[in-house]
């Protein structure tokens, strides 16, 4: 069974940073990704990163957010800068399996919160 676990969410000003971890137990992964929901939201694709290390962001987080990984130790993270109450929504881990993407694991979700 694979868990994974985020931590790095809270409450920052307009313009402040913050870093998402999650690491992941088990082996190698394919897709690692972030997404999130806001209230009232349909959950949205942030940013992924697959095992080669090509990335993918939304629009509205070009510029400003960076995903990485870090395969020894299982874990990717998600540098958010210059945050906007916008972005304010739970953020989720999602990793697929690794060669072929049978199988999807969520993490339970971190609380990101900007204020004005």
């Known amino acids: 069974q694979v868990q994974l676990v985020e931590s790095g969410g809270g409450l920052v000003q307009a313009g402040g940073s913050l870093r998402l971890s999650c690491a992941a137990s088990?082996?190698?992964?394919?897709?690692m990704a972030w997404y999130r929901q806001a209230p009232g939201k349909q959950r949205e694709l942030v940013a992924a990163?697959?095992?080669?290390?090509?990335?993918n962001y939304a629009d509205s987080v070009k510029g400003r957010f960076t995903i990485s990984r870090d395969n020894a130790k299982s874990t990717v993270y998600l540098q958010m800068n210059s945050l906007k109450p916008e972005d304010t929504a739970v953020y989720y881990c999602?990793?697929?399996?690794?060669?072929?993407?049978?199988?999807?694991?969520w993490g339970q979700g971190t609380q990101v919160t900007v204020s004005s």
């Open positions: 990163v697959t095992n080669s290390g090509s990335t």
């Open positions: 088990g082996s190698l992964f394919s897709i």
């Open positions: 999602k990793v697929n399996s690794y060669p072929i993407l049978t199988m999807t694991y």
